[in-house]
């Protein structure tokens, strides 16, 4: 199976100006590839539209582009936009997508979001052969013990995914003489995600609480590779239902991109939020923090608290 990357990005276009870009960006784990979001005035006056561009190579990429207009956000209590679905193919650097995303009206405050995945190659790309694969063949002369339970695993790999992981079995002692690492301190589910996820299987029904619990094990070990893409992955599916865990996950580690989107969805349901039990017991800092982020949405809009 190709490998999959993720990004998110999002525009607030500005009624004097044409077309708002995201400009190229780097796409986490495909150095060789970059994507392009864009969000046009039509002629007419009352639409805008959106198009996606993917260079350096071809590549198929599905999403969501979700058009929010802070406008009836601010008069219907429920708003909440549908995304439109997309999926295309790209091969020299041409640009796709929807002519009339959202219609302007008499405003113009609008937040335009992409969420795509992205597939190198598309249908001519070759499935790699992943790490697992070899380990399958060439069977593991080492073990991961959570509890009762185990996982097989290569010693040499596990020392080069992670330094701490190389130390305990380089250095003398128990684990070095039965190559047996025994993790006490996370639930099995968790250690078997991260190594699945290193060795390039697809990891599936995630959510925030499990995502956060994986980045989580990954900082303590210092397996740096999966940080940006998970942390990429609690960007494009934060939800309200996850908000506290998430926001105070962001800010403990300084992430300003989760911050911002945190801050937008707490502009967006404030009402909502500010009330929660949970987040009444944050700490105060922190309140103020995502106070201050929510603001700082709010004027991306032209709007105040």
Not at 64 to 90: H, L
Not at 146 to 151: A, H, L, M, S, Y
């Amino acid at each position: 199976m190709s490998r999959l990357f993720t990004d998110s990005v999002s525009l607030h276009p500005n009624e004097d100006e044409r077309v708002d870009s995201s400009g190229l960006r780097k796409i986490p784990g495909c150095p060789h590839l970059q994507w392009q979001f864009d969000v046009v005035q039509r002629s007419d006056g009352q639409h805008l539209g959106a198009y996606i561009k993917v260079v350096g190579g071809p590549a198929t990429v599905t999403g969501t582009i979700v058009a929010f207009d802070g406008y009836v956000a601010k008069y219907q209590k429920y708003y909440k936009p549908e995304p439109k679905p997309f999926k295309f193919n790209f091969e020299k650097g041409e640009r796709h997508g929807f002519g009339k995303i959202i219609e302007v009206g008499n405003h113009f405050w609008f937040e335009i979001t992409c969420n795509i995945t992205i597939m190198p190659g598309g249908d001519t790309t070759i499935p790699p052969t992943m790490v697992h694969e070899f380990m399958q063949y060439n069977g593991c002369d080492a073990v991961i013990k959570v509890g009762e339970r185990k996982i097989d695993i290569d010693r040499d790999f596990l020392s080069m995914i992670s330094p701490e992981f190389r130390a305990m079995l380089d250095t003398d002692g128990e684990e070095t003489e039965t190559s047996v690492i025994e993790i006490e301190d996370f639930a099995f589910d968790v250690v078997k995600r991260v190594i699945h996820h290193c060795c390039g299987r697809t990891v599936a029904y995630n959510t925030p609480a499990t995502v956060m619990e994986m980045l989580r094990f990954c900082e303590k070990y210092n397996i740096k590779p999966p940080i940006e893409k998970l942390q990429a992955w609690l960007n494009a599916n934060l939800k309200v239902d996850d908000f506290v865990q998430t926001a105070d996950y962001a800010w403990k580690h300084s992430i300003k991109p989760l911050q911002d989107k945190c801050g937008k969805m707490f502009y967006n349901n404030i009402e909502k939020l500010s009330r929660s039990p949970d987040f009444l017991e944050f700490d105060p800092n922190l309140v103020a923090a995502v106070f201050k982020a929510g603001a700082a949405a709010g004027k991306s809009f032209g709007l105040r608290f």
